[in-house]
């Protein structure tokens, strides 16, 4: 029997159930409801032989140089991975290295703690204000880093990017990463300030507003510096993390930029209408700026509409977290969705 001292222990972060049927209207883990653009399906079926049987190109030169193109940055500022998650856990691994605590808020992506304990990085859970809100004077104290989502997961709010500047002007001597999966859908990137910070990383993803959720691709961006330390770290760990299928079909999602506003155009329409219809039902929530909406209803308990829901094959998001039990996420799908979602929500409401 091998000695359990032998083996790391976590608490694994759960993600959001994947049910195996087809005919349920998934709004719990953020995917895009629309496929990816014509482009990219096109570019999948013209892939030969040769890029099952080669090794990847490990420094996935095509992808780096069609992202850095697209956001206008030298490629030396572009770093991409396995989806942000990969991206995420390579920037802990490479950047909170200092002993000090490292910080991000008490209601988040729930992965940054888990990453904290498997690299073993010392850490404290900022706590929001009573609105949700991220205050950056909260994040002047020493620290050894700072990760937080903008907009930020659950919550769907967005900070300006005065304060976002606020937090990484005031921690010149930490790496500062800005996680944007949800940006394409509301605010400001932090983007425009890589040039003049150089412990900024700003995070993305192809899983969102890109529908390419199944491909895993995700990227960031810094300073030249921060990024050759992050390919160094790389290189020590998996040379060929991406696969030619996701840097070829990554490429031709970048390529597609009238497509890529028209879908994220959709879903924050149909959010849009979904805030309204939400609140005529008796829910309040954070004002999104995500593609998701973390909405708590003024008399029925979270948990037992979540359930019901789930009866019904419409799956939504629930945390049995202390400040938070009283909410679901709910992704925004399509309008036929969520219409399907608000009349059955209408329906329960009134016989409940
Ligand atoms: N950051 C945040 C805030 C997220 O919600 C997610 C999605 N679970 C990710 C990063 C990771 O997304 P992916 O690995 O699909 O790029």
Redesign the pocket.
């Known amino acids: 029997m091998v000695s359990k001292d032998n083996f790391r222990q976590v608490v694994p972060y759960v993600?959001?159930e994947q049910p195996k049927e087809n005919d349920v209207i998934k709004l719990n883990?953020?995917e895009n409801p629309y496929p990816p653009s014509q482009g990219v399906m096109e570019t999948l079926s013209h892939i030969d032989n040769a890029s099952f049987r080669k090794y990847p190109d490990p420094d996935v030169s095509d992808l780096v140089s069609e992202i850095a193109d697209y956001h206008n940055v030298n490629k030396e500022k572009v770093f991409v991975g396995?989806?942000?998650?990969?991206?995420?856990a390579m920037c802990f691994l490479t950047f909170f290295n200092s002993g000090r605590q490292v910080l991000f808020p008490d209601i988040?992506?729930a992965?940054y703690k888990v990453w904290a304990d498997l690299f073993k990085i010392n850490y404290r859970e900022v706590p929001l204000d009573e609105d949700f809100n991220i205050v950056p004077s909260d994040y002047l104290a020493e620290n050894g880093g700072i990760v937080f989502?903008n907009?930020?997961?659950?919550t769907g709010l967005v900070m300006p990017l005065d304060r976002v500047e606020e937090i990484i002007s005031n921690n010149p001597n930490n790496v500062v990463i800005v996680?944007e999966?949800?940006i394409d859908f509301g605010g400001e990137s932090a983007l425009s300030l890589v040039d003049r910070y150089s412990n900024l990383i700003v995070?993305?993803?192809?899983?969102?507003s890109r529908s390419m959720?199944g491909m895993?691709?995700?990227y960031c961006m810094g300073n030249e510096k921060l990024i050759s330390v992050l390919n160094s770290v790389k290189f020590s760990y998996n040379s060929y993390t991406m696969s030619e299928v996701a840097i070829k079909t990554g490429v031709a999602s970048v390529k597609d930029d009238s497509y890529f506003q028209r879908i994220v155009g959709k879903i924050t329409e149909t959010r849009e209408k979904t805030k309204e219809a939400l609140t005529d039902l008796g829910f309040t929530f954070p004002d999104s700026s995500a593609n998701f909406i973390f909405a708590k209803h003024n008399r029925i308990d979270a948990e037992q509409l979540f359930n019901a829901l789930k009866e019904n094959k419409i799956f939504v998001r629930h945390f049995d977290l202390p400040r938070i039990k009283d909410y679901l996420r709910i992704t925004i799908g399509t309008e036929n969705e969520m219409k399907a979602l608000l009349d059955f929500l209408k329906k329960y409401i009134e016989n409940n």
């Open positions: 993600p959001g883990t953020n396995v989806g942000s998650d990969d991206v995420l988040t992506y992965f989502p907009p930020n997961a659950p996680d999966a949800y995070t993305r993803t192809f899983s969102k959720a895993r691709i995700g």
